[in-house]
């Protein structure tokens, strides 16, 4: 790998330090580099706050003083995503670097959104410096295919995951069970903590009394959202615990009461999916993993919804009890977590 690789692969795994805190907008990182040193990094801060070049300029301005200008004058920026270049929660970023006029910027990728695309890179060039983008690109997409799913299907990026036995069953009628050990359970959990949403239908609410939560992983929890077309599930449940807001989908009501969110679907049974991710869409919802149970999976794999499936195997056996959800998919990776085999499938 070159140097310029080297230095946006930086890039990326600066941004993948935002999981979890800066959607709706992307993750970004940015990279710094005068005469083959590093000299100012950063990464997009939780939603609201300064973007990765603003971080990594700050970087330089505080650590080298008066003389921070001429340095980044005589610098080469990469940057895994176009900088910005509207008005937001932030100013441009785009802007911000033509004012520095660096010698070069390198961008991973274009940003699709409508006031950015292509538009952050005319700023950069108009004020005269040089701009390569498509260093890493495959790779910068892929980190972000949160927010490009976002932006190109108006829905957030879905993420299947279920744990089955070794005879493909993913547990029990009406009774909790453990199928992933501890490990895997613990993975899950900081799965949810870089996501945005957490999906349940009524059978898994009642079953399994999940509250959703990120109790074995440091990260803020998400929304849960139930699935419970007549309101079936107490409000004694663990899924309406004040530990995170809840949208509950349903056909009976619609009523916003503290943390607890019903909607009521018109039509409930017709395009429920493509309704209830586009609800979501609506609430800047940028990401959700739906847990369960087969019959919620298979409804939005049906419907070919869905982006990502994380499947663990355990190497016990059920011998009976509920098949798991079944998907026709690309392997994008497989590894063993302890003793559970998790297999990544993409659409």
């Not at 004058?73 to 176009?82: K, N």
């Not at 952050?120 to 972000?144: C, D, M, P, S, T």
């Amino acid at each position: 790998m070159n140097m310029h690789k080297q230095y946006m692969q930086r890039c990326l795994d600066l941004a993948q330090l935002g999981a979890g805190s800066v959607s709706p907008n992307p993750m970004v990182g940015a990279v710094i580099v005068h005469e083959g040193q590093i000299i100012g990094e950063g990464y997009t801060s939780p939603y609201g706050g300064p973007h990765a070049e603003v971080n990594a300029v700050s970087q330089v301005m505080d650590k080298y003083g008066d003389n921070a200008k001429d340095l980044l004058a005589a610098s080469t920026f990469y940057v895994s995503l176009e900088p910005c270049a509207h008005y937001g929660k932030t100013p441009p970023c785009a802007n911000l670097i033509a004012e520095l006029k660096p010698l070069k910027i390198f961008i991973a990728c274009l940003d699709p959104y409508a006031k950015v695309n292509g538009r952050g890179v005319e700023i950069l060039r108009a004020a005269g410096i040089e701009v390569e983008i498509g260093l890493l690109e495959k790779e910068a997409i892929w980190v972000n295919r949160r927010f490009f799913t976002r932006i190109s299907q108006h829905r957030p990026y879905v993420i299947l995951k279920w744990a089955q036995s070794k005879d493909g069953l993913i547990g029990k009628e009406d009774k909790q069970v453990w199928i992933s050990n501890a490990a895997s359970q613990q993975l899950n959990h900081r799965w949810r903590a870089e996501e945005d949403a957490i999906l349940v239908g009524t059978n898994t609410a009642q079953s399994d009394n999940p509250s959703l939560t990120v109790r074995h992983w440091k990260g803020k929890n998400p929304i849960r959202v139930l699935i419970d077309r007549d309101l079936v599930i107490s409000p004694t449940a663990n899924i309406f615990s004040e530990e995170a807001e809840t949208i509950v989908f349903n056909a009976k009501k619609t009523d916003w009461q503290g943390h607890i969110k019903h909607i009521e679907l018109e039509n409930y049974g017709l395009y429920l999916p493509q309704n209830i991710l586009y609800q979501l869409y609506l609430m800047d919802v940028q990401s959700i993993i739906i847990e369960g149970g087969a019959k919620t999976l298979q409804t939005f794999i049906d419907a070919g919804l869905w982006d990502e499936a994380r499947v663990f195997q355990s190497d016990t056996e059920l011998r009976a009890g509920v098949p798991a959800p079944q998907l026709i998919g690309e392997v994008f990776e497989k590894y063993l977590i302890s003793s559970d085999l998790l297999t990544i499938y993409v659409k």
